[in-house]
């Protein structure tokens, strides 16, 4: 069984940049699209992107002047950054599983991400 | 951007009683070379993460219980849950993978009446 674990901090000075980590276990994360997703409290969903295993990325027109994702294959992690944040971008952030041009099928447990001084 | 529009924001249904969420899209989400709908509905329960319920339209995930349904095609699409348990008060949530960026529907929650 396929699980993912979201990690970093919980807490992100304004105009600083978040930084998370999730963690594959259970699978390989060869093939297959990895993606973050953000839900900030009380709202609804927002896609920010996704990586392949080769390396190849997709992002939100919204947010893709400050999201970078990349991989670790040695290590069955991927990653989210986002640069320039600020109360707006205060939300859970979740990583989760998906294939070509299909719905999200594994995802983690989420991580809380606070912006504030 | 393809904009989902769930109805209703929320309802509130008897134990055993029928339960529908609509959802509709901005654009139609069928693709006409596999006749298929790139349309699947998410429940969440609090504190959680969204978990997959129904993809290709009417296509249930593993372990989901078959009083869950999807139905619709093109733009207009619905889930239905035939007899509503108590364990089945959540939000629940459409989404469209036919065009990037995927996009989701605001959120409908099902309470018990």
């Known amino acids: 069984q396929v699980q993912l674990q979201e990690s970093g901090p919980g807490l992100v000075k304004p105009s600083e940049t978040l930084s998370l980590t999730c963690t594959v276990s259970g699978g390989s994360i060869d093939s297959y699209y990895w993606n973050w997703i953000r839900q900030p409290p009380g709202k609804g969903l927002e896609w920010i992107g996704y990586?392949?295993?080769?390396?190849?990325?997709n992002y939100n027109p919204s947010l893709k002047s400050r999201v970078t994702i990349s991989m670790d294959t040695s290590k069955n992690q991927f990653s989210l950054k986002l640069s320039s944040v600020t109360a707006a971008d205060t939300a859970v952030y979740y990583c989760a599983r998906s294939g070509y041009v299909t719905p999200l099928d594994y995802w983690g447990q989420g991580t809380l991400v606070t912006v504030s001084s | 951007d393809i904009v989902m529009t769930q109805s209703p924001g929320s309802l509130a249904v008897s134990l055993g009683e029928r339960a529908t969420v609509n959802c509709k899209s901005s654009?139609?989400?069928?693709?006409?070379?596999?006749?298929?709908?790139?349309l699947a509905w998410y429940q969440q329960k609090p504190g959680q993460p969204p978990k997959l319920l129904i993809y290709?339209?009417?296509t249930r995930e593993s372990g989901v219980p078959d009083r869950f349904s999807g139905s619709g095609s093109g733009t207009d699409f619905a889930l239905t849950i035939s007899s509503l348990q108590a364990e089945d008060v959540a939000l629940y949530y459409c989404?469209?993978?036919?065009?990037?960026?995927?996009?989701f529907g605001q959120g409908t929650k099902v309470e018990i009446k």
């Open positions: 654009q139609s989400v069928l693709y006409s070379s596999n006749n298929k709908n790139y």
């Open positions: 990586i392949y295993y080769s390396g190849i990325t």
């Open positions: 290709w339209a009417s």
């Open positions: 989404q469209q993978y036919y065009d990037t960026p995927p996009t």
